[in-house]
Every structure is written in C-alpha cells, then in structure tokens.
C-alpha cells in the first residue's frame, strides 16, 4: 500500500478542507499534519515521504520545508520556490532574467533613500512589503506627503518592512487575474474585479470573481513564470498593463484556489493531489 500524501498546514482553510473533500471522493490516503504541533529530528530519516507544503506563515514554511527536504521527503512546493516565490523582490528579479514583463519597480533601504527615490520616479506608486500575503501593507503612495507618513512608520517596524518596495502603479482595467498551475497545465484562471470603494482586488477585501479565457500568451507566460521559481503547483497573479499587456506581479507558493474552483468548475484539489500521487511514485 503507498505511503499517504501528508499536507502540512498551520491553518485550516477553504483550501484544506477542500483537499481533504477530495482525497476521500477520489479514495487517496492523505494525513493532515498541523505544523505548529510538528517537531522533527533533523538527523533522522523522514517519517513523511511526500508532502503538499501549506503553510501560511512564511517563516514556518521555510523552515519546515528546508527540515524536511534535508531529511529526504519529497515536499511540494521545494525549499526554493518557497525563497523565491515568498519573496517579491526576490521573484521579481527572476521574472526579469528569463524575459518575463514585470511591474517597474524601484528599492530602497532607508527612508530617506526611498524618498529621495519617490521624487526621481514620481507618484503615484505602490509600496509592498518584500513578504507578505491578502495584499496587507499594500498601500499606493500618491505623493510625498503619504509617502513620508507612511514610510516612516515602517521604518519603526521589523527590519523585512524597512526594505522599500516601490512598485510602479500599472494603468490597467479594474481588475487582475489570478492563474492556477499544476505541473505544466494552467488548470484556471479568473478576473478579480476590485470595487469602486478599493483599488485592491484580493476578493476577501470585497473584490468579485469571474472566468478568464487561459489564452495561449497567458498559459505561456505562466507557465515560464512557474519554472523561473522551480514551482510545481503555483499561484501566477498578472495585471493586463494598457502599455506592455500581460505582467506577473506576484507568484503564490501556498496558494489559494477557492475562487478559481468555484468559478471555473475545475476541481482544483483533486488536480492537485492527482499531482501529489505521481510526484511521490
């Protein structure tokens, strides 16, 4: 009899029930391992042989990921995508190298550097911390007054939120898409609409859903984007730029797919744990 597939979580989401729904329809053995009450003895062989990372936190993540790598069990996404895609500035740089357009992005590494900055590039622009997640701390900086306010305060938080992230704002419909891909199939793709009340389009902030046509340019464009952080079973987010059309801004390791699911029909989970079973053969 195979080993289950383990999914390592630290809070349960739509995502995970949703895994769990599945592998009982489709009859796989799955083992749900909540993290914060894993320990793992580092110099032992691992007891898990194939494991779907899911992890919010991306401190947790990394470290279980790079424990159990090292002890030998197949984890999905890899030690490197969870660097990688976890890290905008860190995916940004990738997406560029293999020719992938990209928002135009300036950073900085003091408040005054970043002002300074500010006023070379201009306003508006939009500063993200480097990790992070549901589009927290995204705000748009629309001149030198909210930009002193705003950058000033970070610079009293944790040193990963005095790295500067200055983002171009891409004149764009009101929306983005959100893609799913597992192995070399985008398996669904939606719009995400923002609202009249908020620029931002992360539907737990109000934004609405709706199907997005997987074209050939964006399945193309995703899958590249997939590969340039070794992923496996990723979250591609792009904005349709009115001046350079398709651009990746963010790749999502431990992504959400509940929206594409509803909307698209396509059983995101059960692709996923199909994925899952071949990888561990």
């Known amino acids: 009899m195979s080993s289950p597939i383990t999914v390592l979580y630290d809070t349960i989401r739509p995502e995970e029930k949703a895994l769990t729904e599945a592998a009982t329809k489709m009859g796989i053995k799955i083992e749900m391992v909540d993290c914060k009450s894993l320990v793992l003895d580092v110099d032992k062989k691992s007891q898990y042989q194939t494991v779907l990372q899911r992890c919010v936190s991306y401190y947790r993540n990394l470290h279980a990921t790079a424990a159990l790598e090292g002890m030998g069990a197949n984890v999905i996404n890899s030690l490197y995508c969870g660097v990688y895609a976890g890290n905008k500035l860190f995916t ?144 591609i987010d792009l904005m349709e730029s009115k001046e350079r059309g398709l651009v990746v801004h963010e790749i999502n390791n431990t992504t959400e797919y509940r929206n594409v699911a509803r909307v698209t029909g396509v059983d995101i989970a059960g692709k996923i744990l199909e994925y899952a079973v071949k990888s561990g053969k």
């Open 92 to 235: 940004h740089m990738l997406l560029k190298n293999v020719g992938i357009e990209t928002p135009y992005v300036s950073v900085a590494f003091s408040k005054d550097s970043a002002l300074t900055a500010l006023d070379e590039i201009g306003y508006p622009k939009v500063i993200k911390p480097t990790v992070g997640s549901w589009g927290r701390m995204v705000q748009r900086l629309n001149n030198k007054e909210a930009a002193e306010g705003i950058i000033e305060e970070r610079e009293k938080m944790y040193p990963i939120y005095q790295i500067h992230y200055l983002e171009e704002f891409v004149q764009r419909p009101p929306r983005d898409i959100r893609a799913i891909v597992i192995g070399d199939t985008v398996e669904g793709a939606i719009y995400r609409n923002s609202t009249t009340e908020n620029w931002k389009t992360n539907t737990h902030l109000g934004g609405t859903a709706e199907i997005c046509e997987i074209t050939p340019e964006l399945e193309e464009i995703c899958i590249k984007a997939k590969d340039s952080v070794k992923g496996q079973i990723v979250g």
